[in-house]
């Protein structure tokens, strides 16, 4: 009976959400493997076919993992009256690239994850006088975070300059939305639909000063959640500058928007300048949590010493930094301030323009001065620094991290501090969050912790690669961590890619769907058939 429901959803999938496949697929393969507690499958070597039974795994050709390679991956996409968002660009993308792929898995994971973002997350999507709005929810949270929302829409910005103008104003849209969004708070991380909206963090002390000395708290109508991240702000400025590179029009970027990069401009420089328990702070943060790394320590961070870095109390994983300083947020909004910097100059803002220039070289000459360090024995970009000497080597799988400074161009994958980074990145004997299992191998974090892979952070192990090899072995394990549900997740246990967080997660899935574009541009070889 259960393989009958198998197939008979199967056959139906474009109907059928991620998150109830998700749960098909695992449950598709009762009749081989072991479970664990919750019930989830915990042989990573098990096949699930579209018939709901079971096979041996095929050793990959390039990769020594076990393999869930299902014989047809399914088709998840909603139907087309039920999707969020069309695009006729994107659409023809797939259409091209569907019938020349190698592989029918890596055919339909593509499919899947390229227009998911459109297809489930455009919350709202509205046009109104010539005005536009884009509220760009995470997935399965009805919020939209700076950092992601950016990331979700980052593989279409190849597609903008191809006629398609319901994309150029989708992006109108989110550049004004989240303009709006830093005015009602530059502190805040994320952010509700309305303006009224009363968040489910509302109980959180957080604050920012007020008179004499007072303070005044931080959490208010409009915001989902109030975690200072450097690199959230850093994403604003580089989807503006991204949009402006691509287009040359300088439609979105009004007063708002011009309002907005003041106010982030004022943030960089507080916390550039802040010493902690020496001034009245600009920011402060706790929660009743289970995890120490959800809150900060008497509302603040780790103490630190003027670097020329700007400090952070959270990381792009949304957890509390342990050093103030975090290396990989501060090359991204370096990046970030010269990415924006032309789009100032063409608006008439040359003073803007300079302010960002220079607040950028400063930060990278800090990351070279402060931010490279020894260890074990050999020089490399810390994680996270304090000013006092101390150092945190470690690697997230939320960008930017160490592993993905090439790919917002901080530096090139070549470059020899990056590479012995990197080295140790991905070592059990230097990173704490690196993990290796049956199931694969890879970069988590804190934020799902041990042994949980990120697909992130094999996509930009991928994305940084030097070989075919290498990048074909990152392609099987990304094949591989679906779990037969036809799209990426946010992570994945070592010992069984079935035993995995978050079904609905669309940045992974913009991601994987953006990696794919870049290899059909530098190595088609190795995905196609011509």
């Given at each position: 009976?259960?393989?009958?429901?198998?197939?008979?959803?199967?056959?139906?999938?474009?109907?059928?959400?991620?998150?109830?496949?998700?749960?098909?697929?695992?449950?598709?393969?009762?009749?081989?493997?072991?479970?664990?507690?919750?019930?989830?499958?915990?042989?990573?070597?098990?096949?699930?076919?579209?018939?709901?039974?079971?096979?041996?795994?095929?050793?990959?050709?390039?990769?020594?993992?076990?393999?869930?390679?299902?014989?047809?991956?399914?088709?998840?996409?909603?139907?087309?009256?039920?999707?969020?968002?069309?695009?006729?660009?994107?659409?023809?993308?797939?259409?091209?690239?569907?019938?020349?792929?190698?592989?029918?898995?890596?055919?339909?994971l593509?499919?899947?994850?390229?227009?998911?973002?459109l297809?489930?997350?455009?919350?709202?999507?509205?046009?109104?006088?010539?005005?536009?709005?884009?509220?760009?929810?995470?997935?399965?949270?009805?919020?939209?975070?700076?950092?992601?929302?950016?990331?979700?829409?980052?593989?279409?910005?190849?597609?903008?300059?191809?006629?398609?103008?319901?994309?150029?104003r989708?992006?109108?849209?989110?550049?004004?939305?989240?303009?709006?969004?830093?005015?009602?708070?530059?502190?805040?991380?994320?952010?509700?639909?309305?303006?009224?909206?009363v968040?489910?963090?509302?109980?959180?002390?957080?604050?920012?000063?007020?008179?004499?000395?007072?303070?005044?708290?931080?959490?208010?109508?409009?915001?989902?959640e109030?975690?200072?991240?450097?690199?959230?702000?850093?994403?604003?400025?580089?989807?503006?500058?991204?949009?402006?590179?691509?287009?040359?029009?300088?439609?979105?970027?009004?007063?708002?928007?011009?309002?907005?990069?003041?106010?982030?401009?004022?943030?960089?420089?507080?916390?550039?300048?802040?010493?902690v328990?020496?001034?009245?702070?600009?920011?402060?943060?706790?929660?009743?949590?289970?995890?120490?790394?959800?809150?900060?320590?008497?509302?603040?961070?780790?103490?630190?010493r003027?670097?020329?870095?700007?400090?952070?109390?959270?990381?792009?994983?949304?957890?509390?930094?342990?050093?103030?300083?975090?290396?990989?947020?501060?090359?991204?909004m370096?990046?970030a301030?010269?990415?924006?910097?032309?789009?100032?100059?063409?608006?008439?803002?040359?003073?803007?323009?300079?302010?960002?220039?220079?607040?950028?070289?400063?930060?990278q000459?800090?990351?070279?001065?402060?931010?490279?360090?020894?260890?074990?024995?050999?020089?490399?970009?810390?994680?996270?620094?304090?000013?006092?000497?101390?150092?945190?080597?470690?690697?997230?799988?939320?960008?930017?991290?160490?592993?993905?400074?090439?790919?917002?161009?901080?530096?090139?994958?070549?470059?020899?501090?990056?590479?012995?980074?990197?080295?140790?990145?991905?070592s059990?004997?230097?990173?704490?969050?690196?993990?290796?299992?049956?199931?694969?191998?890879?970069?988590?974090?804190?934020h799902?912790?041990?042994?949980?892979?990120?697909?992130?952070?094999?996509?930009?192990?991928?994305?940084?690669?030097?070989?075919?090899?290498?990048?074909?072995?990152?392609?099987?394990?990304?094949?591989?961590?679906?779990?037969?549900?036809?799209?990426?997740?946010?992570?994945?246990?070592?010992?069984?890619?079935?035993?995995?967080?978050?079904?609905?997660?669309?940045?992974?899935?913009?991601?994987?769907?953006?990696?794919?574009?870049?290899?059909?541009?530098e190595?088609?070889?190795?995905?196609?058939?011509?």
């Open positions: 009976m259960l393989s009958l429901w198998c197939s008979l959803l199967r056959g139906s999938a474009s109907a059928v959400w991620p998150a109830i496949l998700s749960l098909v697929a695992m449950l598709c393969c009762t009749t081989c493997g072991s479970y664990s507690k919750s019930g989830v499958q915990q042989d990573a070597s098990v096949t699930c076919e579209s018939n709901g039974k079971c096979r041996a795994s095929i050793e990959s050709r390039h990769s020594t993992y076990s393999q869930t390679s299902c014989v047809t991956m399914p088709d998840v996409r909603p139907e087309k009256s039920k999707r969020t968002f069309a695009s006729a660009a994107v659409e023809e993308k797939i259409a091209a690239f569907a019938p020349r792929f190698k592989s029918q898995q890596l055919a339909a593509f499919s899947n994850c390229l227009p998911n973002t297809d489930t997350t455009v919350y709202r999507y509205t046009e109104v006088s010539g005005e536009y709005d884009s509220f760009i929810v995470t997935g399965d949270i009805e919020a939209m975070w700076l950092r992601d929302s950016t990331n979700q829409v980052m593989p279409y910005l190849r597609l903008v300059s191809e006629g398609d103008t319901d994309l150029v989708l992006f109108h849209g989110l550049i004004q939305r989240q303009a709006k969004s830093v005015l009602i708070d530059p502190y805040a991380n994320a952010f509700t639909l309305h303006a009224t909206d968040s489910p963090h509302g109980d959180d002390l957080t604050s920012y000063p007020a008179f004499a000395g007072s303070r005044h708290q931080g959490m208010k109508r409009g915001v989902f109030r975690k200072y991240e450097i690199d959230s702000l850093a994403n604003v400025l580089f989807l503006s500058g991204r949009y402006y590179d691509a287009t040359k029009s300088l439609s979105p970027f009004d007063h708002t928007w011009e309002q907005a990069v003041e106010s982030i401009l004022d943030v960089v420089q507080t916390q550039l300048a802040e010493i328990g020496e001034t009245n702070q600009a920011y402060t943060f706790q929660r009743a949590a289970y995890n120490p790394t959800d809150t900060l320590s008497h509302g603040t961070t780790w103490p630190n003027r670097t020329g870095l700007i400090r952070s109390a959270f990381r792009p994983s949304d957890d509390a930094t342990t050093f103030p300083y975090n290396i990989p947020g501060n090359a991204f370096a990046m301030l010269r990415s924006v910097a032309p789009l100032l100059k063409a608006s008439g803002k040359e003073a803007l323009e300079q302010t960002c220039l220079s607040i950028a070289d400063g930060v000459k800090a990351i070279y001065a402060h931010g490279v360090v020894k260890h074990q024995g050999q020089e490399v970009f810390a994680y996270e620094v304090d000013g006092f000497g101390n150092h945190l080597f470690m690697d997230d799988s939320n960008m930017p991290s160490l592993l993905s400074l090439p790919v917002f161009g901080f530096v090139n994958n070549s470059d020899p501090l990056y590479l012995a980074t990197r080295a140790l990145v991905l059990h004997d230097s990173n704490p969050f690196f993990f290796q299992g049956p199931a694969g191998r890879g970069v988590g974090g804190p799902v912790g041990p042994n949980y892979i990120w697909p992130m952070s094999i996509m930009v192990e991928a994305w940084t690669a030097q070989t075919d090899t290498e990048i074909l072995n990152h392609i099987d394990l990304l094949v591989n961590s679906s779990a037969c549900t036809g799209v990426m997740h946010e992570s994945f246990h070592v010992s069984s890619v079935f035993d995995f967080t978050r079904p609905w997660f669309a940045w992974a899935n913009s991601l994987f769907g953006d990696l794919i574009l870049k290899i059909a541009d190595r088609p070889h190795l995905i196609f058939h011509d």
